[in-house]
């Protein structure tokens, strides 16, 4: 099993709602990522846990709240999030400083 | 502040010519390089990667050329191919135990028949 799995593929959800996203990898990568991309940028990193503890922290707003459950699992949760908040967020796995295997995405509208 | 620059929005490039795309970084600690491509909806998908010790990494019609004095790295792609439309995107990290990439801008790179 060579790829990175996220859900949903699409959510739109309003700035009460709560909401997470989910990543998954069975590549026995112990380091997983999240990042941002808005439309014709570059991704930008949000989060990076190593083995399952968070290590990098890019200074996200508290609204989007990781979780590694386990070394598989890499969830994101949603919170009062703003209408700017509207982007594609990527998951990505590696094992430690080797290339980065990334998901489809999860294309989020905030209302 | 962009640490990783690609100065060329878009590329076209006849079917079978060769596809040139270039990069610049600013930041000498970087010490690992990769281009990643990417298609509409869909994650970036890895393509080569070059470490700082190395000036050219070669991977079927992929090479990638690294020229740490001017903090350039250049994507080679030879021949070109329809298919290889897309999005690419350099990055670089500096080897903190996981990878903490900066991407460049991206250069969208179309391949006509």
Not at chain 2, 1 to 21: A, F, H, M, T
Request: hydrophobic letters at 35%.
């Amino acid at each position: 099993d060579t790829e990175v799995t996220q859900t949903p593929k699409h959510l739109v959800m309003g700035m009460t709602n709560k909401k997470s996203l989910k990543c998954e990898q069975h590549m026995g990568h112990r380091a997983m990522y999240w990042y941002k991309q808005k439309a014709k940028k570059p991704p930008e990193l949000m989060f990076v846990y190593s083995y399952e503890k968070l290590s990098i922290n890019e200074s996200v707003p508290s609204r989007f709240s990781p979780e590694c459950p386990n070394s598989s699992l890499l969830n994101l949760h949603l919170h009062a999030l703003q209408p700017e908040d509207s982007a594609l967020y990527l998951c990505a796995s590696s094992h430690a400083d080797d290339e980065q295997f990334f998901g489809p995405g999860t294309r989020l509208t905030v209302l | 502040d962009q640490q990783v620059k690609q100065n060329s929005p878009s590329l076209s490039v006849q079917e079978g010519r060769i596809s040139i795309l270039n990069c610049d970084y600013t930041n000498s600690m970087f010490d690992y390089f990769l281009w990643y491509k990417k298609y509409p909806a869909e994650g970036p998908t890895f393509l080569i990667s070059i470490s700082s010790i190395k000036d050219k990494n070669e991977d079927g019609r992929f090479t990638v050329f690294l020229n740490k004095s001017a903090k350039h790295l250049s994507l080679h792609i030879v021949p070109s191919q329809p298919g290889d439309s897309a999005v690419y995107f350099c990055a670089a990290s500096m080897n903190t135990g996981f990878q903490k990439l900066v991407f460049g801008t991206g250069t969208r790179l179309l391949v006509s028949p």
